[in-house]
């Protein structure tokens, strides 16, 4: 399929908010933000740079396309929902507008989140794309002034799934995060190394084992398979640079709020508890919990 031509929105304010209201802001340029900005046709991106270009070429399960939003620096004066794809540790919890949703790892967070099941990397020629499975998010029914962005999604190729209760995903997706790209950090050893090595992979599947068993002392019942499921994904992803890698603030909000619930429950989790300290031997306390299952605000 052909590229689709770059598109620069008018940059006044009537122009902003006549192109917000008909879509979605994003909040955070990273890769997931780009990815999932690009298949909606959002036209405005709020980054710390306000008036910084931000240009990505993207490549969607539908074809490749520019996504040239222009940028401002305060979400609270979006008028239309706002999709917030920053790290956890990073978002401006307080001064988020109403219609909020949050496309980033982690638990704990205060809005509304979507499991994003898709692994991006920049190709050779800084092509934002996905490798591995074929790109599936869920998440609870939102708001309707959704709709149209969910359209969009799913006319770019990305599965869309609504949950009545999108917890499982969210947890899933935490647990998955939990394991191979912690280890990662920790040994030095890329994702498909990890994975290939026996004794890590048994490591990868016990702590796996364990988030199942966190969350449903949690009330949150994972489907059966979750170790099936995540061996699939980690046999599909090779070289797939995860995110802990770029940024080592997501691991509270990961492996410390699982083993803080496991602490709560009075669960034995010596996988996680493993992998935690391998991570603190090479880098410190970042994957150990600190100030609460919110991490820091």
Same mark, same amino acid.
């Given at each position: 399929?052909?590229?689709?031509?770059?598109?620069l929105?008018?940059?006044?304010?009537?122009a902003?908010?006549?192109?917000?209201?008909?879509?979605?802001?994003?909040?955070? !340029?990273?890769?997931?933000?780009?990815y /999932?900005? &690009?298949?909606? *046709?959002a036209?405005?991106?709020?980054?710390?740079?306000p008036? @910084?270009?931000v240009?990505?070429?993207?490549?969607?399960?539908?074809?490749?396309?520019?996504?040239?939003p222009v940028?401002?620096?305060?979400?609270?004066?979006v008028?239309?929902?706002?999709?917030?794809?920053?790290?956890?540790h990073?978002?401006?919890?307080?001064?988020?507008p109403p219609?909020?949703?949050v496309?980033?790892n982690?638990?704990?967070?205060?809005?509304?989140v979507i499991a994003?099941?898709?692994a991006?990397?920049?190709?050779?020629?800084?092509?934002?794309?996905?490798?591995?499975?074929?790109?599936?998010?869920?998440?609870?029914?939102?708001?309707?002034?959704?709709s149209?962005?969910?359209?969009?999604?799913?006319?770019?190729?990305?599965?869309?799934?609504?949950?009545p209760?999108?917890?499982? !995903?969210?947890?899933?997706k935490?647990? /998955?995060n &939990?394991t191979v *790209?912690?280890?990662?950090?920790?040994?030095?050893?890329?994702? @498909?190394a990890?994975?290939s090595?026996?004794?890590?992979?048994a490591?990868?599947?016990?702590?796996?084992?364990?988030?199942?068993d966190?969350?449903?002392s949690?009330a949150?019942?994972?489907a059966?398979?979750?170790?099936?499921r995540?061996?699939?994904?980690?046999a599909?992803?090779?070289a797939?640079r995860?995110?802990v890698?770029?940024?080592?603030g997501?691991?509270?909000?990961?492996?410390?709020h699982l083993?803080?619930?496991?602490?709560?429950a009075?669960?034995?989790c010596?996988?996680?508890?493993?992998?935690?300290?391998?991570?603190?031997?090479?880098?410190?306390?970042?994957a150990?919990p600190?100030?609460s299952?919110?991490?820091?605000?």
């Open positions: 399929m052909p590229e689709k031509s770059p598109n929105p008018d940059s006044s304010d009537e902003h908010r006549a192109a917000i209201a008909g879509g979605c802001a994003i909040l955070g !340029a990273g890769l997931v933000g780009s /999932l900005g &690009a298949a909606a *046709g036209s405005t991106v709020f980054s710390r740079s008036g @910084a270009a240009v990505r070429r993207v490549a969607l399960p539908n074809g490749v396309r520019w996504w040239r940028a401002l620096s305060d979400p609270r004066v008028n239309g929902p706002l999709l917030v794809s920053c790290r956890a990073q978002t401006p919890w307080d001064d988020l219609d909020v949703l496309a980033q982690g638990l704990g967070q205060p809005r509304p994003c099941f898709f991006l990397d920049l190709d050779a020629d800084g092509t934002v794309c996905a490798i591995g499975p074929a790109p599936r998010i869920v998440l609870a029914p939102p708001g309707p002034s959704w149209g962005v969910l359209a969009s999604w799913r006319e770019a190729g990305i599965t869309v799934e609504l949950a209760d999108a917890r499982p !995903a969210q947890w899933e935490a647990i /998955l &939990a *790209g912690p280890l990662c950090l920790a040994t030095g050893l890329g994702m @498909a990890v994975w090595d026996a004794a890590l992979r490591l990868v599947l016990q702590a796996t084992g364990e988030g199942a966190i969350a449903a949690c949150v019942r994972i059966d398979g979750l170790a099936d995540a061996s699939s994904f980690f599909s992803v090779g797939h995860p995110s890698l770029r940024d080592d997501e691991l509270p909000w990961i492996v410390g083993r803080r619930q496991a602490q709560l009075g669960i034995a010596p996988g996680l508890d493993r992998i935690d300290l391998m991570v603190r031997e090479r880098i410190g306390s970042a150990s600190r100030d299952a919110r991490g820091r605000r």
